[in-house]
C-alpha cells in the first residue's frame, strides 16, 4: 500500500530587487536550511523585465554542486546555447567551471534555477552540461492533468537527463476540477511552488495557492508515495521538485559549495588563476544535447 503524503509546512516568499538592476525581481524559495532542505541548497524564482541595453550578468564560477534551471519565459543563454520558453538546463560544477548569462537588450524573463547539492565522492566531478529543449521534454497529457518531466521518473513517464543525485522535477498544470495523483517515492524530500491558481493538496487537503511553496512530510525508508492535487476552483500551474537526500554536510560561499571550509580558498584560486573551464568549451561529451 502507497503512503498517502501530506503538506507539513508552507511558505509565501516575498519578492525583492535582484541584482540585475531595474525590472529584476528575485523570490528565494529555498535557502534558509539546508538540513531541512537537503538535496536542494538554494532556489530562485527570478523575473526580469528589461527594458534596456545595458549588460546584465556576465561570466562567473561555480564549484561542487548543480545548477538546475527551468526556464518558464523568455530567452537565456551564451555563445554555445540559448535556452528559450518550456527549455531545461541541468549543468554539473563539480570540479570548477565558468559560464555566462548576459542580458543586453529589452526582454522579459522567468527562471527558475536550482542549486542542487553533489555528493562528496561526486563533488569534484568533470563540468557538463544537459539540455533538455522543450520540444523533447516527456509529457503526459489525461484527464486534465497536464505533466511536463524534466528529470526523474513520474507517472509512467522518464526523463533522458542523467542525474547524479536521483532528482525529478515537473511542470504540472490542472484543468478546473481535475486531480492527479503523483507517484514519488517517500524518501523524497519533496516540495512543490505554485505558479498559477490554487490547489487542494496532500492528504489533509491543504490550500496551497498562487506564489506558495508547500514542503511535504519525508520518510526514511525507500517505499512508493503519492501526493494528491486537486484544482481548487480555475485552473492550476505547480511546479514539482523531489530528491533523495544525501545527509553529507556542507559548506557554501559564494560561487563555491564544498565539504569543508579549507577548500573554499583553493578554489577562489583556481578560478583567478584561470584554470576553470569555461562551459562553451569543454570537450564535446560533456555538452550534451538530449
Do not use: C
Not at 523585465?49 to 546584465?56: G, V
Not at 565558468?98 to 547539492?117: A, K, M, S, Y
Not at 542525474?163 to 481535475?178: C, M, R
Not at 485552473?235 to 565539504?259: M, N, S, T
Amino acid at each position: 500500500m502507497k503512503t498517502e503524503r501530506k503538506i507539513i509546512r508552507t511558505e509565501t516568499p516575498e519578492a525583492r530587487p535582484g541584482f540585475l538592476g531595474a525590472g529584476h525581481m528575485a523570490r528565494q524559495l529555498v535557502g534558509a536550511d539546508f538540513t531541512a532542505s537537503d538535496p536542494f541548497i538554494f532556489l530562485m524564482d527570478d523575473v526580469l523585465d528589461k527594458k534596456d541595453t545595458n549588460p546584465s550578468g556576465g561570466a562567473h564560477p561555480h564549484a561542487g554542486f548543480e545548477t538546475v534551471s527551468l526556464l518558464l519565459e523568455g530567452e537565456i543563454g551564451d555563445e554555445a546555447y540559448k535556452m528559450h520558453s518550456g527549455d531545461f538546463q541541468l549543468m554539473t560544477a563539480g570540479s570548477g567551471v565558468v559560464h555566462t548569462e548576459t542580458i543586453d537588450r529589452p526582454l522579459r524573463l522567468r527562471l527558475l534555477q536550482l542549486w542542487l547539492n553533489l555528493p562528496r565522492k561526486n563533488r569534484n566531478a568533470a563540468p557538463r552540461v544537459q539540455d533538455l529543449p522543450l520540444n523533447h521534454v516527456p509529457v503526459l497529457d489525461k484527464k486534465g492533468v497536464h505533466i511536463r518531466l524534466y528529470s526523474g521518473s513520474l507517472n509512467g513517464l522518464t526523463a533522458p537527463v542523467h542525474n547524479y543525485v536521483p532528482l525529478i522535477v515537473a511542470d504540472i498544470s490542472l484543468e478546473a476540477g481535475a486531480t492527479a495523483l503523483l507517484d514519488i517515492p517517500a524518501q523524497y524530500n519533496t516540495f512543490v511552488y505554485m505558479l498559477e491558481g490554487a490547489i487542494i493538496a496532500g492528504a489533509d487537503e491543504q490550500l496551497l495557492h498562487k506564489k506558495q511553496v508547500g514542503w511535504l512530510d519525508l520518510f526514511e525508508e525507500a517505499a512508493p508515495s503519492t501526493l494528491k492535487i486537486a484544482a481548487k476552483e480555475g485552473k492550476a500551474r505547480l511546479v514539482l521538485y523531489a530528491g533523495a537526500p544525501l545527509h553529507e554536510k556542507i559548506v557554501a560561499h559564494g560561487p563555491f559549495i564544498a565539504d569543508s571550509a579549507d577548500a573554499i580558498p583553493g578554489l577562489y584560486r583556481q578560478y583567478r588563476a584561470g584554470r576553470m573551464p569555461h562551459i562553451a568549451t569543454v570537450p564535446a561529451a560533456q555538452r550534451i544535447l538530449l
